[in-house]
């Protein structure tokens, strides 16, 4: 793995959701790829895939509000050549459709795409109903998908492109927030393989989606206390960089996980599987507890869950004191 | 694949479908003989008469899809399969056992001439859909055909299909309704009733044939029927028996889902001479 020095101070610039860099990486690869083919469940406005509507009518299937049933299209699509990407809130795709992912898509593993938005509880105002915050652990669930969580708007971009081109079932998760800028534009990812944003060697925090950026910010607060943190993007779940994880407990011994998800069975349960089985060390977790959030400013809701950069680096702080 | 379409042929050719299932059955001490017994015409007359397909190229791309939703009723489906040059007919007797081609209910990973892996109930209207739109996009002929059960269309999936069917006005899907009273728990008027069946898909938009499931020319011609509708998809509520042709099978709620005895399969196999 290529490591790769981006900065070292993080400065907080907001880029777009990354729904809606969805959207507009689907109308791009609708151009390229004729075999590309949508479908939403009446929520294209919200999800973004509206944009590919407009320029690909003939290739845009609005289902209604019938989850299950677009799912089981998309695989039909699927299994007559088309790449479908089949789209709707998280929250519903993941729990309503999952039966139909299971047996239609997983089980004789077709080459369909899902895209999730409004992951998370960054979502804000509209509260737990809509908030996807279990969605890494069904997509996780489902045998031979590959589960995918982009930080930003050029993560998001080019993993859109790179699923297209992938042939099996992949799982994208976007949030509905304007999502803070990691990358430089025309940054290269590969399915699988994890990113070493800053370069550490006392800790590792790894994170995925939206921690990442509370994560560099949190190397930039444990930079002042003479702390070297080391960042990673774990933007693909599943598989999971085993190798990338590995080298960081060896290297560092002390390791932080840091998502927007159930604590109990998100990336932090999958880092910790690898970590136990090859370099064992001290880690910590970040993640919303054994509840659900409710409605308020995303901003609000982050902190009372305790989604903050400052949440992480007292995670490491704990992590560091019991390094051996 | 040449067609058999002599009605007379066709219903010997289910008749012996259905020893073949009765056998496969027993043989494998566990299975669904009812639903595999009502459905032999509806699958023979598809499959000899009905489909443009290709035994020798499987993945014709302008080639008819066949699903079978109710995939618990494979056998029936296995043995025309075979017999039409799919799959090893001398291994029909391996269904339900380790490493077999033949799984318990459909799986593409292990008879990849099949065109979905069905079992849990409610699924396969929407991938024949999926696969209707995709022949429309591509400017192919090929039509998409799906058997329902009578207790599986209770699912809610069936009817989000079946709106999104009419929608889209896919005359190039043809579901088949195997219309037979009965499902695991008992008859299906008790278990949550259906009536009236053909109204409702009419209602969806739907064009709703009903049909004699087991009598071969009829079929024929709601087929040719359905395959002539232009703008809206098509339904046959195929009237069946459960267990047809086995008399202490026929009607009777117990054979859903439970394997003859050698005995039985001795007694089953007389009467399908």
Redesign the interface.
């Known amino acids: 793995m290529a490591t790769q020095q981006i900065r070292t101070k993080f400065e907080v610039k907001l880029g777009a959701a990354t729904r809606e860099a969805f959207g507009k990486a689907l109308a791009e690869l609708g151009a390229a790829n004729p075999n590309v083919?949508v479908l939403d469940a009446d929520l294209s406005k919200s999800t973004y895939t509206a944009e590919f509507g407009k320029k690909f009518p003939?290739?845009f299937?609005e289902?209604?509000i019938?989850e299950?049933?677009m799912?089981?299209?998309?695989?039909?699509?699927?299994?007559?050549?088309?790449i479908?990407f089949a789209s709707s809130f998280s929250a519903f795709l993941l729990n309503k459709g999952f039966?139909?992912l299971?047996?239609?898509a997983a089980?004789?593993?077709v080459n369909l795409k899902i895209v999730g938005t409004h992951s998370g509880i960054s979502i804000g105002e509209d509260g737990p109903s809509q908030m996807s915050i279990e969605d890494i652990s069904l997509a996780c669930s489902l045998a031979g998908f590959t589960v995918i969580c982009p930080a930003d708007e050029v993560a998001m971009a080019a993993l859109v492109k790179a699923a297209a081109e992938y042939d099996g079932p992949v799982f994208i998760r976007a949030g509905r927030a304007k999502a803070p800028l990691v990358y430089p534009a025309g940054h290269e990812f590969a399915i699988g393989r994890a990113i070493q944003i800053a370069e550490g060697a006392d800790v590792t925090l790894i994170a995925t989606g939206l921690l990442v950026a509370e994560s560099l910010l949190a190397a930039d607060l444990l930079a002042a206390e003479g702390v070297s943190a080391r960042v990673l993007d774990v933007h693909t779940i599943k598989p999971i960089d085993r190798e990338t994880i590995a080298r960081a407990a060896a290297e560092t011994g002390a390791i932080v996980v840091a998502e927007e998800h159930l604590v109990d069975c998100g990336l932090g349960v999958r880092v910790a599987q690898v970590v136990s089985q090859t370099h064992p060390a001290a880690m910590e977790f970040v993640g919303i507890g054994n509840t659900y959030a409710e409605s308020g400013a995303p901003d609000e809701l982050l902190d009372k869950y305790g989604l903050r950069a400052g949440n992480v680096a007292e995670a490491a702080r704990r992590a560091l004191k019991r390094k051996k | 694949m040449r067609k058999i379409s002599d009605p007379a042929q066709l219903a010997a050719i289910a008749r012996q479908m259905r020893r073949e299932v009765i056998q496969m059955i027993t043989e494998a001490k566990s299975g669904h003989p009812g639903g595999s017994l009502s459905a032999a015409e509806i699958v023979v007359t598809l499959f000899f008469d009905v489909l443009r397909h290709d035994p020798a190229n499987p993945k014709w791309s302008d080639r008819d899809r066949f699903i079978l939703s109710k995939g618990h009723c494979c056998p029936v489906l296995y043995a025309v399969m075979a017999e039409c040059g799919y799959c090893p007919k001398d291994r029909l007797n391996t269904l339900r056992k380790l490493g077999s081609v033949y799984q318990g209910h459909p799986d593409v990973r292990f008879l990849p001439a099949l065109e979905a892996s069905t079992g849990s109930l409610g699924q396969g209207l929407s991938l024949a859909i999926g696969m209707a739109l995709a022949a429309r996009l591509d400017h192919s002929p090929a039509r998409a055909y799906v058997v329902l059960g009578d207790g599986e269309i209770q699912e809610g999936q069936i009817w989000e299909a079946a709106m999104f069917g009419a929608k889209y006005g896919l005359d190039n899907v043809c579901a088949i309704v195997d219309n037979n009273r009965i499902q695991l728990d008992g008859f299906v008027k008790d278990i949550m009733p259906l009536d009236p069946l053909p109204e409702k898909w009419r209602s969806f938009g739907w064009h709703a044939i009903e049909v004699d499931g087991h009598d071969v020319a009829a079929l024929q011609h709601a087929f040719a029927e359905a395959a002539a509708v232009k703008g809206k998809p098509s339904v046959l509520i195929a009237h069946t028996i459960k267990g047809k042709g086995v008399s202490f099978m026929e009607n009777n709620p117990k054979f859903h889902g439970a394997a003859p005895t050698p005995e039985e399969c001795a007694r089953a196999l007389e009467e399908l001479r």
């Not at chain 1, 089981?72 to 299994?79: H, N, R, T, V």
């Open positions: 083919v003939a290739r299937f289902c209604g019938a299950a049933n799912i089981a299209i998309a695989a039909g699509l699927a299994s007559s050549g088309k479908p039966e139909q299971r047996v239609t089980f004789p593993r």
